[in-house]
């Protein structure tokens, strides 16, 4: 197909189209108002592309997933979660040269200055750890005033490497200040999840004892959150750094989208909703019934997806690891075993079953952060640890496109017509 037809009105006009490396159609729309006068409009953006990348391919139907070309199965499998970071930024698998250089000037960045520790003195105890983590994220951008400009490469390579590196360590912070342990420092002799999991989890008392399961368990859950194409939190990054505001700014902004338990927040939402069953005598059924129940609002958290309408191959990856890890810990989880009960009466439900309704990201994500000792409002942090690459790599992306401009959609008003003022006295 190499144009496509519309018809408004009496007007017929012609429009190219993008056909894209799977054979994905998209029909330019660029001269529509001028040519016709009307604009298209779709909520949701449900049908709309906002641009062309070459970064993570999905298929929906098939619940295919890949960076870079590389199946998420396989990256799993096979890379750590640094290796990914520089698959997304820098477009190729790294040789052993490119990888050890990104992970030495990494290393060198995990520390915080000094100032920004007291930071976390002025957070209430029980703040939300990504308010933190998205402030903090922002203030980076007042310890690194030099650094900023967005059409310097060597600038914006600087503050990605410093953002990788910091992000667990600002994490890791929120966390040992809501616990009120003393902040433990990043330690370079330890490799990324290692070193997270220290600066969680140790205290000065004692020698802090890392568990390879739980390293090998973190670093495949990361990698399956780095990218996921034009997502919510993703599209904020691209839409934020369209106005060339600077990369730690755009980050904040998708931390705070991440948040949202319809998106990233799902992860922490859906272990408060297993909980819930659980306490409500393991009753499923009665909760599926509710998801179905348009006057209820009640939703299966972690259950359907915009793009899914298959499994969520990402889903599968994780489902897995819960069984092994679980069984290595010889553990067994009420939470993974109610879920998937929950995921054996939704899967053979026809109301799921017609709309494509499958376990996504967030449904099984819980039980190994649970499993780890992850507290459970840190899970959306892990999620924006993860996902930090693929915001990256699609914002130098957009910038780097000869095509980048300011995001401004258009609207159609529905408000009043003109009318007359009144003074307050006469209203
Ligand atoms: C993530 O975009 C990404 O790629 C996101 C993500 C990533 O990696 O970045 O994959 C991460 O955000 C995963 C999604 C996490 N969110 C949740 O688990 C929250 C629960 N899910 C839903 O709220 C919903 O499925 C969304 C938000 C994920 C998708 O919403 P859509 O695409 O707008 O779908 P919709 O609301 O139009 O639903 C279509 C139908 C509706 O019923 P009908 O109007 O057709 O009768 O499906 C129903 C919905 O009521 N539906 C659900 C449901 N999700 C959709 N019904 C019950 N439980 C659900 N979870």
């Not at 922490?268 to 005598?281: F, G, K, P, S, T």
Request: aromatic fraction near 10%.
């Amino acid at each position: 197909m190499k144009t496509g037809k519309l018809t408004v009105g009496d007007k017929e006009i012609e429009l190219s189209v993008k056909v894209g490396t799977e054979n994905e159609i998209g029909l330019e729309l660029g001269k529509l108002r001028k040519e016709t006068g009307v604009i298209t409009l779709d909520p949701g953006f449900v049908n709309t592309g906002s641009t062309e990348s070459a970064i993570t391919f999905l298929n929906g139907e098939e619940g295919v997933l890949r960076y870079r070309g590389y199946p998420i199965e396989e990256l799993a499998a096979n890379c750590d979660f640094v290796e990914v970071c520089y698959l997304l930024i820098y477009g190729d698998l790294p040789t052993e040269t490119e990888l050890e250089n990104f992970r030495d000037s990494i290393r060198a960045h995990t520390m915080l200055h000094e100032d920004i520790r007291s930071f976390y003195n002025g957070f209430p105890r029980d703040a939300h750890p990504m308010a933190i983590l998205s402030s903090v994220v922002c203030a980076l951008s007042t310890f690194y005033q030099d650094a900023l400009d967005v059409d310097d490469e060597d600038q914006v390579n600087t503050c990605v490497h410093r953002l990788i590196a910091k992000l667990p360590t600002i994490a890791a912070y929120s966390y040992k200040k809501s616990v009120g342990q003393p902040l433990i420092y990043p330690r370079n002799d330890l490799n990324y999840c290692e070193n997270f999991l220290q600066m969680m989890f140790a205290v000065p008392t004692e020698p802090y004892e890392m568990d390879p399961d739980f390293v090998q368990a973190l670093n495949l859950l990361l990698i399956v959150h780095a990218d996921h194409e034009q997502n919510c939190s993703t599209s904020t990054v691209r839409m934020v750094g369209s106005a060339n505001a600077n990369l730690f700014a755009s980050i904040s902004a998708g931390i705070a989208a991440l948040w949202g338990p319809l998106h990233g927040g799902a992860n922490e939402a859906c272990v408060a909703m297993l909980e819930r069953i659980i306490e409500d005598d393991c009753n499923v059924k009665k909760y599926v019934d509710m998801a179905k129940d348009k006057s209820d609002s009640f939703r299966l958290m972690g259950f359907g997806h915009r793009v899914y309408k298959n499994y969520d191959p990402r889903a599968l990856i994780i489902k897995k690891a819960c069984d092994k890890l679980l069984s290595k810990m010889d553990r067994d989880d009420p939470l993974f075993d109610i879920a998937q009960s929950l995921e054996e009466v939704a899967l053979n439900d026809p109301y799921f079953v017609e709309r494509g309704l499958y376990p996504n990201v967030d449904f099984y994500s819980g039980v190994i952060y649970r499993a780890i000792g992850i507290p459970v409002q840190m899970f959306t942090v892990l999620f924006a640890i993860g996902r930090l690459p693929g915001w990256v790599a699609h914002w130098t992306e957009m910038h780097k496109s000869p095509s980048a401009r300011i995001c401004r959609p258009r609207q159609i008003y529905t408000g009043p017509g003109a009318r007359e003022f009144v003074s307050i006295a006469h209203r």
